[in-house]
């Protein structure tokens, strides 16, 4: 079935072209870290995670977002949700892809992640996080690649790949579970040493992964014949609400612990993020962005007018996913570097190579999902027209 993704129409050939370029250029910027080193980044010893890693807990919460459609239609026998499964585990896979990719881009050499194989530790949550990553990972390309196979042939899915999806539903709340006790395992960093740390990742991946795959639903509806339908989109809308919502009440959460208890280490990462530490201030309007970005969203996707209509709708979905991202994304792993355990404020600013870096396996993760999604509808499109 690869063929279907070499071919397409100019528009869809100058998208691949431009993921290409970006892949490329990130490939080259990687090879001059590579060359010289860590020491390239903007990274330092008291600032060890970047945008790297930022970006690969936000990526966490994306493919484990998948099971907001999985769980609904093998589980509860929800067809509406029927023609997004593939959709959905699909971008799962392209999300897993590109946090392995940022795994390996902060590692510096590609050959220390096979110490993590070579000298298993089953004490460090590492340890756990690689083995539910790439285990996620299989389990979406298996069981998408099965079913998708079947749909082609006209028939029902094996009996046999039930136990393989039935497993991926608490498999995909593992990965980002497990993801979350890598920062709150971590006593010396008041930020993350909080025990709703977990809940609060999922409920950001439930708001910001479904988010996400509305976008995706409603851009293949204009460039493909192919219609995820109404209900089911406006039935994702409200996951993404509630999810929302409840992500929202966990951050207000954080603020009342800290402010209330007046502790100084739980404060002063918050004071630093939204108004400001001791002159620093550089996150202060990504956050205010991304707390303004968050409530318009939330507000569009709670009123029946905007939320129903296609433009106004897609609009709300990228401000709460860029909200989600930059909350997410940026300020929650450098929030928790700074200021450090000895109170020293260090700023970090990624370079022009690490963006450059980051971007490029953003293009891949998209190469990956745009020629998943193309083999998909291919097969979808082919039958209906028979």
């Known amino acids: 079935m690869f063929e279907k993704a070499l071919v397409g129409s100019s528009k869809y050939k100058v998208w691949m072209a431009f993921l290409l370029a970006l892949m490329g250029i990130g490939g080259l910027c990687y090879v001059r870290q590579f060359n010289y080193g860590l020491g390239l980044t903007g990274m330092s010893r008291d600032v060890s995670w970047g945008i790297y890693i930022a970006q690969f807990t936000f990526l966490v919460g994306v493919a484990a977002s998948g099971v ?12 509406t949700f029927g023609k997004l499964t593939i959709l959905g585990e699909f971008l799962a896979v392209s999300a897993v892809s590109m946090c392995l990719m940022f795994i390996i881009a902060d590692l510096g050499q590609p050959m220390r992640a096979l110490n993590v194989l070579l000298h298993p530790t089953p004490n460090s949550i590492l340890f756990w996080d690689m083995i539910v990553l790439n285990v996620y990972l299989f389990l979406n390309i298996f069981v998408g690649w099965v079913v998708l196979t079947a ?3 006209g028939i029902a899915p094996p009996k046999w790949i039930k136990p393989f999806i039935y497993v991926s539903i608490p498999w995909a709340v593992s990965i980002h579970t497990v993801t979350a006790f890598l920062y709150a395992g971590l006593p010396g960093r008041h930020f993350w040493l909080t025990a709703i740390l977990a809940p609060r990742f999922l409920a950001s991946a439930f708001a910001g992964g ?3 795959l509305i976008l995706l639903c409603l851009i293949i509806k204009r460039v493909s014949k192919f219609d995820a339908g109404k209900e089911a989109i406006q039935k994702l809308v ?6 929302a919502l409840i992500n929202v009440f966990f951050v207000l959460l954080e603020f009342f612990t800290s402010y209330y208890s007046n502790i100084p280490g739980h404060m002063h990462t918050l004071d630093y993020l939204f108004f400001g530490l001791h002159g620093h201030s550089q996150l202060v309007p990504w956050m205010r962005v991304s707390t303004v970005f968050g409530i318009v969203a939330i507000v569009m996707l709670l009123v029946p007018y905007t939320k129903q209509r296609e433009d106004t709708l897609a609009l709300a979905c990228i401000l709460l996913f860029i909200s989600l991202w930059i909350d997410k994304g940026i300020g929650l792993v450098i929030g928790g570097f700074v200021p ?11 370079n022009p190579n690490e963006i450059f870096i980051t971007l490029g396996i953003w293009a891949t993760g998209f190469f990956i999902l745009t020629v998943l999604y193309k083999i998909a509808l291919a097969v979808k499109e082919e039958k209906l027209i028979a």
């Open 68 to 79: 907001m459609v999985v769980l609904p239609y093998y589980l509860h026998n929800y067809k």
């Open 151 to 153: 749909e082609k042939k």
């Open 340 to 350: 450090s355990p000895l109170e020293e404020i260090t700023a970090y600013t990624p």
């Open 210 to 212: 479904p988010a996400l």
């Open 238 to 243: 409200t996951i993404v609400s509630y999810a």
